[in-house]
């Protein structure tokens, strides 16, 4: 069955950096695009963007350009996601979501990320 | 950006009866190559990630009971879930996953009456 397991929880300072891992199994990963979408605390849902596992193509939304960067490693069937510069606000549940059909199917369990100083 | 509004923003219903959630997007997530809506419907439930139950509108993911239903095209779309039961406590979120960036729905909270 598809499974994607998120790494743990972090805690940063404001400033820093934080890579997300996302590792899938029970399929064949480079068939499939991930999406990632983070969950502010008591709030909505925000789609950050998605990449190809098969190509590295990436299609981030306007807010995340030139802060986040989204990688796959087809060699462990590994997605991440890295926040840069991150701020209080970035303090959320990230999540990875697998296409089907060109919709975010599957997800991971989140992990929760917390900025502060 | 299109925009997803659901209402309402909460729902109390009785166990056994029907809840109707709203979902309107500001531009029409109909694709006129493949005739699709390009909406889904989530369910969450604290501390757990989105189940996805309907995608293309009205299309049930597997294993999604029958209870559950989609309808509606280009711009106003409905959830209804027939014949409430305790465990569909939860939030429910819209998705258009028709153009970049893909935008939800704010949630509404369904409770039991």
């Known amino acids: 069955q598809v499974q994607l397991v998120q790494s743990g929880a972090e805690v940063k300072e404001p400033g820093a950096s934080v890579k997300v891992s996302c590792k899938a199994s029970?399929?064949?990963?480079?068939?499939?695009?991930i999406n990632w979408v983070r969950q502010a605390p008591g709030q909505g849902l925000e789609w950050m963007g998605w990449i190809s596992a098969y190509n590295g193509n990436t299609d981030y939304a306007q807010k995340f350009q030139g802060r986040v960067t989204m990688t796959t490693d087809t060699s462990t069937s590994t997605a991440y996601m890295e926040v840069r510069s991150l701020r209080s606000d970035d303090t959320a549940v990230y999540y990875c979501?697998?296409?089907?059909?060109?919709?975010?199917?599957?997800w991971g369990q989140g992990t929760l990320v917390t900025v502060s100083s | 950006d299109i925009v997803m509004t659901q209402s309402p923003e909460s729902l109390a219903v009785s166990l056994g009866e029907r809840a109707t959630i709203n979902c309107k997007s500001s531009q029409s997530v109909l694709s006129s190559s493949n005739n699709n809506n390009y909406l889904a419907w989530y369910q969450q439930k604290p501390g757990q990630p989105l189940k996805l139950l309907i995608y293309?509108?009205?299309t049930r993911e597997s294993g999604v009971p029958d209870r559950f239903s989609g309808s509606g095209s280009g711009t106003d779309f409905t959830l209804t879930i027939s014949g409430l039961q305790a465990e569909d406590v939860a939030v429910y979120y819209c998705?258009?996953?028709?153009?970049?960036?893909?935008?939800f729905g704010q949630g509404t909270k369904l409770e039991i009456k």
């Open positions: 998705l258009q996953y028709y153009s970049s960036p893909y935008t």
């Open positions: 979501a697998r296409d089907e059909l060109a919709v975010p199917a599957y």
């Open positions: 293309w509108t009205s």
């Open positions: 029970g399929y064949k990963f480079t068939t499939y695009g």
